[in-house]
């Protein structure tokens, strides 16, 4: 301190994979001032309106304070005693993939560590999903399909060095409004072109230099129809393509494809291909508009194919770009805190990456294939397969598709457990133990942004009544369950360092996530750890991709053969309406921390759905009517906002609020929960509903 002002701290912000750096001040009275941190690469000092109100949402009422068992406040002994009883008795009568953890992007990464590390090591189960699945799965299989690892090959540097930015299922101006705003910043020094490729005219449009306003689900037919046209006009990059395997077979699929499927003028196709192939750095950002789809993991290969194509990957302005939902999505995938990952962007399925990560964890049991992913984790806790069901730090009663299915599921499992910072999240009310958990600002630990840059959250404020770091919950329940050596955890630090140990065996494997040079980092050398991206190692630096080395076994890159496949429910008589659902600008996951910010919930204070003026008027809806909307799933009453900015036959309503009682605003419910074959994830964009004056 300074004259007795508390200095400021440096930290990171809770909410988007941006990953802002913020400087904090305890303001003496349990409050802090916040301002963003000048020094910090990801954001340069800004912050958007949710980092802002971040000191607005400290508020306490509804916190957790003390552990409960069947809603009495009990002490961590008995609670911690009963979730190790309860999970080691599942495990010995009913086997290892008879228990689930579910946990949450907001996480740490040292938190997912040990619950990877306990899940998959100790208790022997790949089931330990995480709400990452409904973020960027399809990313990380198309990544891999592609280059052989989940990489993402840029950084936000090149956002600023490119010439053309391709925007795809992507409101970036609202979910990742920090960089939207270093585009514009450099789209105004440099004249960078933006093009914008989305259903929904959005606030991303503002200032693009087309919109592709295409039809759902038809991505991989532009994309398809641009590999062609690159081709044709002789822009594929025949030194590059050395390194890429795969050409013949896409380019048949590409040409093969009917771009007519996609609803865009043939000229609009064209002007968009022709200003690809003349500009020779392009960044594509893509989002959930195209993970969050029954065909995912292609719309992400068709992107990635044209990049790989005509060499724009590996280059500054150049690659493909996918922006993580989640401030520690990234953070999630590099521990392996997925059903279908090992650690360190190693393989369950390789008997080598599993023996080495066995042997180091000293464990006694590993899987040897992948578990339940989300959907299917809590279609096993509703049919009584699973017999215990640890949820952290997410609400799946509101956000997982077919919400309601859902919410019955979480009721009937035998025994489950939610660690979370307060008691009313429409989740929480369904456990049978829950846990109080340090919030944000009160707990030590690190997150990794969308371009691999990791940054400490620091703990600024103590946490209140019983709260602990989830690390520490944990570790103590692997203790409790008797691997008391493999938990003895003291500190984040000491997790941290054997994450960054851990994955010098991936580098040693040749893969790419490997900070083993942080490994050796004293407890004040992680107290003061100053934002860095990976890889982290004296094997290799530099850019990725950059060298044309990939990470399939013949060291070369792969372009699949991908066919646009229509979402899974076309409308009907009874549904005709094509439901998406997404974020706005000032409100994060179901509110449990934005709604306390008067500024933030003065934004867009009630629910709403997007519907065409043409459709409203064919039902008779006017400005601010009530709507009802039904699927095969469930109903919900949301306010009808009239507007051009959805197509016809399309309606959009935001994904953030909740409600105990059906029809509800909880849009989840109404959504299907159809996956994408390849990475599971369900598509959260093109459900079927039907609308009609409440
Ligand atoms: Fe936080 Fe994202 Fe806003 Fe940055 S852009 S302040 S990380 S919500």
């Known amino acids: 301190t300074a004259g007795g002002t508390p200095a400021e701290v440096r930290s990171a912000c809770p909410y988007c994979g941006t990953g802002c750096g913020l400087l904090l001040r305890p303001d003496g009275q349990g409050g802090l001032e916040v301002r963003g941190d000048p020094d910090h690469p990801a954001n340069r000092g800004r912050l958007c309106s949710k980092g802002l109100a971040l000191g607005e949402t400290l508020g306490q009422e509804g916190r957790l304070l003390a552990p409960q068992v069947n809603g009495r406040d009990t002490g961590w002994d008995s609670a911690l005693d009963l979730v190790a009883a309860r999970f080691r008795q599942a495990v010995e009568q009913h086997g290892p993939d008879s228990v689930g953890f579910y946990l949450s992007g907001q996480m740490l990464t040292e938190d997912y560590y040990v619950a990877n590390k306990l899940m998959k090591g100790f208790i022997g189960s790949?089931?330990?999903?995480?709400?990452?699945?409904?973020?960027?799965?399809?990313?990380?299989?198309?990544?891999?399909?592609?280059?052989?690892?989940?990489?993402?090959?840029?950084?936000?540097?090149?956002?600023?060095?490119?010439?053309?930015?391709?925007?795809?299922?992507?409101?970036?101006?609202?979910?990742?409004p920090v960089l939207h705003q270093r585009i514009l910043a450099a789209r105004a020094a440099r004249g960078t072109k933006l093009v914008v490729i989305d259903p929904r005219r959005t606030a991303s449009c503002d200032q693009a230099d087309m919109h592709l306003k295409?039809?759902?689900?038809?991505?991989?037919?532009?994309?398809?129809?641009?590999?062609?046209?690159?081709?044709?006009?002789?822009?594929?990059?025949?030194?590059?393509?050395?390194?890429?395997?795969?050409?013949?077979?896409?380019?048949?699929?590409?040409?093969?494809?009917?771009?007519?499927?996609t609803g865009l003028e043939a000229t609009e196709i064209a002007e968009f291909c022709d200003l690809w192939r003349r500009t020779g750095k392009v960044v594509t950002v893509f989002s959930q508009g195209v993970n969050q789809s029954s065909s995912g993991t292609d719309k992400v290969n068709a992107i990635l194919n044209c990049h790989l194509a005509t060499g724009r990957i590996g280059k500054p302005g150049c690659g493909p770009f996918s922006v993580t939902g989640q401030p520690n999505a990234m953070g999630g995938r590099e521990v392996g805190g997925l059903a279908n990952m090992l650690a360190c962007h190693m393989d369950l399925e390789n008997a080598r990456h599993r023996a080495a990560v066995q042997d180091f964890w000293g464990a006694p049991a590993m899987p040897d294939r992948a578990g339940l992913k989300a959907v299917d984790l809590f279609r096993a806790a509703g049919d009584g397969r699973l017999k215990a069901l640890w949820i952290i730090h997410t609400n799946p009663a509101v956000t997982m598709p077919e919400a309601d299915a859902v919410r019955a599921a979480i009721k009937a499992c035998d025994f489950t457990v939610v660690s979370d910072i307060t008691a009313?999240?429409?989740?929480?009310?369904?456990?049978?133990?829950?846990?109080?958990?340090?919030?944000?600002?009160?707990?030590?630990?690190?997150?990794?942004?969308?371009?691999?840059?990791?940054?400490?959250?620091?703990?600024?404020?103590?946490?209140?009544?019983?709260?602990?770091?989830?690390?520490?919950?944990?570790?103590?329940?692997?203790?409790?369950?008797?691997?008391?050596?493999?938990?003895?955890?003291?500190?984040p630090a000491q997790i941290f360092r054997e994450h960054a140990a851990l994955s010098g065996l991936a580098g040693r494997f040749g893969l790419d996530f490997d900070i083993s040079g942080l490994s050796g980092l004293s407890d004040a050398g992680y107290d003061g750890l100053?934002?860095?991206?990976?890889?982290?190692?004296?094997?290799?630096?530099?850019?990725?991709?950059?060298?044309?080395?990939?990470?399939?076994?013949?060291?070369?890159?792969?372009?699949?053969?991908?066919?646009?496949?229509?979402?899974?429910?076309?409308?009907?008589?009874?549904?005709?309406?094509r439901l998406n659902t997404g974020r706005i600008r000032d409100q994060w996951h179901t509110m449990t921390r934005t709604a306390q910010s008067p500024r933030l919930s003065g934004h867009l204070g009630e629910p709403f759905a997007d519907i065409h003026p043409d459709d409203a008027a064919k039902l008779g809806i006017k400005p601010a009517d009530l709507l009802r909307l039904r699927s095969p799933h469930g109903q919900a009453i949301l306010r009808a906002r009239i507007t051009a900015?959805?197509?016809?036959?399309?309606?959009?309503?935001?994904?953030?609020?909740?409600?105990?009682?059906?029809?509800?605003?909880?849009?989840?419910?109404?959504?299907?929960a159809v996956t994408d074959p390849v990475s599971g994830q369900p598509d959260s964009k093109a459900s079927v509903a039907a609308a009609e004056c409440f």
């Open 645 to 672: 900015d959805v197509q016809p036959g399309d309606l959009f309503v935001p994904i953030h609020w909740t409600g105990e009682t059906a029809p509800s605003a909880r849009i989840a419910s109404l959504v299907a």
């Open 424 to 491: 009313a999240t429409d989740t929480a009310r369904l456990a049978d133990v829950l846990l109080p958990a340090a919030a944000w600002a009160e707990k030590d630990g690190t997150v990794t942004n969308s371009d691999r840059t990791i940054s400490r959250q620091r703990a600024v404020l103590p946490p209140p009544g019983q709260a602990r770091a989830d690390w520490d919950i944990l570790a103590d329940v692997g203790r409790r369950m008797g691997w008391a050596a493999a938990f003895d955890y003291q500190s």
């Open 214 to 261: 295409l039809r759902a689900g038809s991505d991989v037919a532009l994309f398809n129809r641009l590999l062609a046209a690159l081709y044709e006009g002789g822009a594929l990059d025949a030194d590059y393509l050395r390194h890429v395997e795969g050409l013949g077979a896409a380019l048949e699929a590409a040409f093969a494809a009917d771009a007519a499927v």
């Open 530 to 577: 100053a934002p860095v991206r990976w890889p982290v190692s004296r094997r290799r630096g530099g850019r990725f991709f950059a060298d044309g080395r990939f990470y399939h076994p013949d060291g070369k890159a792969r372009m699949l053969p991908v066919r646009c496949q229509p979402p899974a429910a076309a409308p009907d008589r009874e549904f005709p309406f």
């Open 126 to 176: 790949a089931n330990i999903d995480t709400n990452s699945r409904l973020c960027m799965a399809s990313t990380v299989a198309g990544h891999k399909r592609a280059f052989g690892t989940d990489t993402v090959p840029g950084t936000y540097e090149d956002l600023e060095e490119a010439d053309l930015i391709v925007l795809v299922g992507s409101n970036l101006a609202w979910c990742h």
